[in-house]
Structure formats: C-alpha cells, structure tokens
C-alpha cells in the first residue's frame, strides 16, 4: 500500500507556546496591576469628597455658631452692666 503514507507527530513549536504564555501572564498583570491603579485613583477621589463636605459642613457650623456667639456676648455686655432682662 504504497498510496497510504502515515502522518508523523506534529512537534509543537515550544518557542511560540513560551511567547503566548509570557503574553498571557503579562497581560493578566497589567489588568491587576491598572484596576488597582484606578482602585486608588477613586479611593483618593472619595477622600477629596469627604473631606469637602466635612469642611463646608465645618463652614457652616462655624458661620451659624458666630451669629449665636454674637448674641450671647452682647447679652453677656448688659449682664455686666446690671440689666438681667435678656437672661
């Protein structure tokens, strides 16, 4: 049966299996390695947020607290000079 030829074993090209590995492990990498980058850019973005309310809050509490602060300085000015009717 000289028509019939068997089919000798591929040999696998070790040198491109080892270049798609080392692709693969680098892109799986660099994936971890971006999202915890952008992680810590939204950390960092909510950071700045809290502490912008917090400050206008503190703003506020300030700016609330000095009209009150007023009134109680000038009722403190007549307690000092003997009219009590405010207190």
């Known amino acids: 049966m000289k028509g019939q030829q068997e089919n000798e074993p ?3 090209n070790v040198g491109a299996i080892y270049v798609i590995i080392v692709v693969c492990i680098l892109t799986v990498v ?3 390695w971006g ?7 939204l950390d960092k973005k909510l950071r700045d947020q809290v502490e912008r309310v917090a400050f206008e809050q503190r703003n506020k509490t300030v700016e ?6 007023a009134i109680v300085e000038q009722k403190l ?3 000092k000079k003997g009219d009590f009717n405010g207190l």
Do not use: F
Not at 35 to 41: I, P
Not at 64 to 69: I, T
């Open 10 to 12: 591929d040999e696998p």
């Open 30 to 32: 660099g994936t971890i």
């Open 35 to 41: 999202l915890a980058e952008y992680k810590g850019h």
């Open 64 to 69: 609330s607290e000095a009209k009150n602060q």
């Open 77 to 79: 000015k007549s307690a």
